[in-house]
């Protein structure tokens, strides 16, 4: 795929279709569960620009209808998330200069965002990280609105909608390939998964998340360089 290196929002809009077109079907499918648990429209909205991360707002459904505490949905979710951390320290260069743009693109960087981010020229991150982030928050809020407003209506006609994110992160994840030729975080990634899925069946994706971290904190530093670059 070759990037359009104008910094515009109608290129920023062409950068993230796959996302919008990810989120779109799991946005969706988040509203409607969502609806479906009980959750106030409000309260499911708001989440979308407060919380904004998929797997944590998917999680905090159950968390929702079995009445949990503040404090369990609060650690829950902040463990969820603590991958973003890392996102952060790599974009920590190519932050936006404006304080205030430089806000909502740390808390709107998400998965798929930083994964179109590290496809591009470092002198077009920049310029482009704030739009694409407020980008992928707008495109998760609409598609849960929709979601909320459909319900349960056709649920039943359209299956497994929530299959659309592992897609998506697919489809990231050989763009990524294309445009850093680095197979190693890939390698990893998987190495957590399967040893994930042989420790739990109830949260693997958070497991795999530990493992990976644990990975790559002992391996040595030639491993994660690629020409004299981490």
């Known amino acids: 795929m070759s990037f359009n290196t104008e910094n515009s929002w109608k290129s ?7 996302i919008f077109m990810g989120y779109l079907a799991a946005g969706i499918a988040y509203g409607m569960l969502a609806t479906n648990a009980g959750m106030p429209a409000w309260f499911t909205i708001v989440m979308c620009f407060t919380v904004f991360s998929g797997t944590a707002q998917y999680a905090a459904i159950p968390f929702f209808v079995s ?6 949905v609060f650690l829950s979710t902040l463990l969820m998330s603590l991958r973003f951390i890392f996102y952060t320290l790599n974009m920590h260069s190519s932050l936006p200069k404006e304080k205030l743009n430089r806000f ?6 998400t998965d798929e965002n930083f994964g179109v981010l590290t496809t591009l020229p470092q002198e ?3 310029a482009m990280m704030f739009k694409i982030s407020i980008l992928g928050m707008s495109y998760w809020t609409f598609a ?11 649920s039943q006609y359209i299956p497994n909608l929530d299959f659309a ?5 697919a489809i990231l994840a050989y763009e990524q390939y294309s445009s850093q030729k680095q197979w190693k975080p890939i390698f990893i990634a998987l190495i957590g998964f399967l040893l994930a899925g042989q420790i739990t069946q109830t949260s693997v994706l958070l497991v795999a998340i530990i493992i990976a971290i644990i990975i790559v904190a002992f391996l040595p530093q030639s491993f994660t360089e690629k020409k004299g670059q981490v």
Do not use: E, H, M, W
């Open 165 to 169: 994110l592992p897609c998506l992160f």
């Open 144 to 154: 849960t609105i929709v979601g909320i407003l459909l319900g349960d209506s056709v």
């Open 12 to 18: 920023a809009f062409k950068l993230t279709i796959p």
């Open 124 to 126: 077009t991150r920049q």
């Open 67 to 72: 009445g949990a505490g503040v404090v369990s």
């Open 104 to 109: 909502f693109a740390l808390s709107y960087l």
